[in-house]
């Protein structure tokens, strides 16, 4: 659990079982510590007992998922592209295992594509299908979520996924969306997480390795740390500044998991000072759009039309605004 050439406030907790929320929230909320939960958590799952094979302990029931799920329309990512964020398609569940099962050892060939299905919005479409059996519920640690209460209720998303993959599959070296915390649960199969603390996000030293097998839950809070120089940050580029930990997740067999994206009181306010230094950036970046908008008015109108290319820009880049 301890990485080499760190210190050892980079090593993550690990906890048989599960906290009390004050102890959670005192603990791991509010000091920016990522945590390991026990089985206890999310033992009365659904999940543990229709996705997993009777017949076969620790193996995903694929015959269930086809034939539950599989003519759900899907989005999958090709982990052996060389970018995977534009190296999506839209198939089937179905297509997509049986694939999987055709490939059988062939699923190690370099030359062949990985497929990964990636946050796959499940717990949105059960309950307009009531002949399907919900699978799990939030836990009660991370039940204060003001991020999926909003987008629930007033949208028609939300970030409530299942990840799904064989051996080999992973997500690359990245932050959670909006500087969120997350949760994640395996269901069934191994996960290898590698984190970078805050003081370490360029992956200058070696990251902490974390084995998450069946059963476990894994919390992750990407804190953002408010620059000293915040009030003066049309100086300098926000994004050069540490944000928290920064984190990798492979497969290490087969593997299914439910994850959130969430917030609340606690992290709000650094959320609020991410996407501050991101229109910051923005700026920056587009400073020749503002001048040019600028040299050519003949009043201040121009800079209602400059917040709202700034405000477009952010929201195709970071998907917020």
């Known amino acids: 659990m301890r990485p080499k050439s760190t210190t050892s406030s980079a090593v993550i907790d ?20 990522p945590v390991l939960i026990g089985k206890d958590l999310t033992e009365s799952w659904p999940a543990f007992h229709l996705w997993a094979n009777p017949s076969d302990e620790g193996e995903i029931d694929w015959d269930y998922l086809v034939n539950t799920y599989g003519a759900r329309s899907i989005s999958v990512t090709d982990c052996r592209a060389p970018s995977t964020d534009s190296c999506t398609k839209d198939t089937t569940l179905s297509e997509v295992i049986k694939g999987w099962l055709r490939a059988g050892d062939d699923s190690a060939k370099t030359d062949q594509p990985l497929l990964y ?17 919900p699978f799990y519920t939030t836990p009660h640690l991370f039940a204060d979520d003001w991020l999926n209460y909003h987008y629930c209720t007033f949208t028609d998303d939300d970030f409530r996924f299942v990840y799904l993959g064989i051996q080999g599959t992973s997500t690359p070296f990245h932050k959670d969306v909006y500087d969120s915390y997350s949760w994640s649960t395996n269901v069934t199969g191994r996960k290898m997480w590698t984190f970078w603390a805050p003081d370490n996000g360029t ?6 390795e974390l084995v998450q097998e069946a059963g476990e839950t894994v919390f992750v809070y990407v804190a953002f740390l408010r620059p000293s120089s915040l009030v003066q940050a049309h100086g300098r580029s926000c994004s050069q500044s540490p944000s928290g930990w920064y984190h990798t997740v492979e497969n290490l067999t087969a593997c299914i998991s439910i994850n959130h994206n969430w917030c609340n009181s606690v992290n709000l306010p650094s959320m609020y000072d991410a996407i501050c230094c991101r229109i910051i950036d923005v700026e920056r970046e587009l400073e020749d759009v503002r001048e040019l908008l600028s040299s ?15 405000q477009d820009v952010l929201e195709k880049d970071a998907g917020w605004k």
């Open 296 to 310: 050519n008015a003949e009043n201040q109108e121009w800079e209602v039309e400059w917040m709202n290319i700034v």
């Open 14 to 33: 690990r906890l048989d079982r599960s906290p009390t929320y004050v102890d959670f929230l005192n603990n791991h909320l509010t000091k920016n510590r």
């Open 203 to 208: 992956r200058n030293l070696p990251g902490v």
């Open 117 to 133: 299905v990636k946050d796959w919005h499940l717990a949105r479409w059960i309950p307009c299908n009531p002949e399907i059996q």
